[in-house]
């Protein structure tokens, strides 16, 4: 089994930062990419960022090209989220998951482990 516990949400104004953090615990040495997604009222779970656990390759959004940044730190077994420029439509509860090894890891359900979550609101 694999725990996944994300941290760092909160309100923010629009134009300000926030940097996420998800730490993996148990059965880590598995992974093959981590990912972030985030879910708002209504909507469907969309796929955020993506990085590549052995070889460091990063996939972001269209929508969040430019401001966002994924990065880990593989002794910690932690993945961030660097979210920058937030703009209100990037309001959502944001998680964070691990993938075992199916591609592609833009798609949520080819996640195995989920982390519970945590909300991000950015007001206008």
């Known amino acids: 089994q694999v725990q996944l516990v994300e941290s760092g949400g909160g309100l923010v104004q629009a134009g300000g930062s926030l940097r996420l953090s998800c730490a993996a615990s148990g059965r880590t040495f598995s992974v093959y990419a981590m990912g972030w997604f985030r879910q708002a009222p209504g909507k469907e779970r969309e796929f955020v960022a993506a990085?590549?656990?052995?070889?460091?390759?990063?996939h972001y959004a269209d929508s969040v090209k430019g401001r966002f940044t994924i990065s880990r730190d593989k002794d910690k077994n932690t993945v961030y989220l660097q979210m920058n420029s937030l703009k209100p439509e990037d309001t959502a509860v944001y998680y964070c998951?691990?993938?075992?090894?199916?591609?592609?890891?833009?798609?949520?359900?080819?996640?195995?482990?989920w982390g519970q979550g945590t909300q991000v609101t950015v007001s206008s």
């Open positions: 998951a691990q993938n075992g090894g199916v591609e592609p890891i833009t798609t949520p359900r080819n996640y195995d482990y």
């Open positions: 990085l590549g656990w052995i070889n460091g390759n990063t």
